[in-house]
C-alpha cells in the first residue's frame, strides 16, 4: 500500500466519535504506508484527538511522505508538542508538510523539507526565537517554506531567524513570507546579512510587505540578494 487518505468529511465525525476510531482502527492496519496524508481541517478535533492521532502514528515507521492539514481546530501547544515529539520518531522521512496556524516551534525530525504555516496568530519576537533555536537542529533541510504573516515579532524575531537559516548550510530552496509585521530597517538589514552566507540557495522568495522598513532601505537588500552566488530564482515584495 503507497497512499493512504484520511479525510473527516462531515464536522459531527470527530465530534462524535472517539479519536481512537480514526487513529487506532484506521492507521493500525496500515503499518506498511510511505506516503500519508491527513486532512483533518475545520474539524474541532482539539488535543485528545491530534495527541491520539499522533501516537498512532508510530504504528507507521515507514512513512516517507506526510502531510497533516489541520486548519481551524481547538488545538492548543499541547497538542501541537506532543504532535512534534511523535513526528521526531520518523528517522526514514523525507517530506513533511505541516499546515496547522499554530504556534509551536519546529519539529527536529530528520527530513529535507519543511513546509510550517503559522500566520494569523498573536506570535512575538519570543516566539520567533524559540522557532529559531528548534530550526537550527533540522540540519538536513534542503528546502524551507516559513509563513509568519500578521504577527507581532520585530527585528529581534527575525534577526533570530536569519542566524537559524544560516545555520542550516544545506537549504537550496527558502521561501519565507513576512507580511505585515515590527520589522524596521535594522532587523532586515541583520536578516538580509545572514542571508547572503546562505552559499548554497538557489532559490530565494521573500515577502517583507507592510513591516516598518522604508523603501530606499529595502531597495538596497533587494540590490545585495541579487548578488548571491548561485542564485537561479529570486524574488522579493518590499
Known sequence: MKTYLICAKRQT????????FLTSISLGLCENLSDLTLNL?????????IS?????????????????LTIWNQVTDI??????NQLNDFTQLQQLSLNLRQKKQLLKAKTKL????????NIN?????????????????KKLVLKLCNNFFGNQGISSLGNA???????????????????????????GSFLRKCS?????????????????????????????????TFKFDY
Open 114 to 121: 519543511y513546509i510550517f504555516n503559522i500566520s494569523y496568530n
Open 52 to 68: 491520539v492521532m499522533a501516537s498512532a502514528l508510530k504504528k507507521c515507521p515507514k512513512i516517507i511522505f506526510l502531510s497533516i
Open 200 to 232: 548554497q540557495i538557489i532559490v530565494l522568495i521573500i515577502n517583507l510587505k507592510f513591516n516598518q522598513q522604508d523603501f530606499e532601505a529595502s531597495q538596497d537588500l533587494n540590490v545585495k540578494l541579487k548578488k548571491m552566488a548561485r542564485l537561479t
Open 165 to 191: 537559516i544560516k545555520v542550516c548550510s544545506n537549504i537550496k530552496i527558502l521561501q519565507i513570507q513576512l507580511k505585515q509585521n515590527l520589522i524596521t530597517n535594522q532587523g532586515m538589514q541583520f536578516f
Open 79 to 84: 497538542g501541537i508538542s506532543n504532535l512534534s
Open 41 to 49: 481541517n475545520n474539524k474541532k478535533i482539539g488535543d485528545e484527538g
Open 13 to 20: 465525525m470527530l465530534q462524535t466519535q472517539n479519536p481512537q
Open 125 to 141: 519576537d519570543a516566539g520567533v526565537i524559540e522557532l529559531s533555536n528548534s530550526l537550527k537542529q533540522c540540519i538536513n533541510i
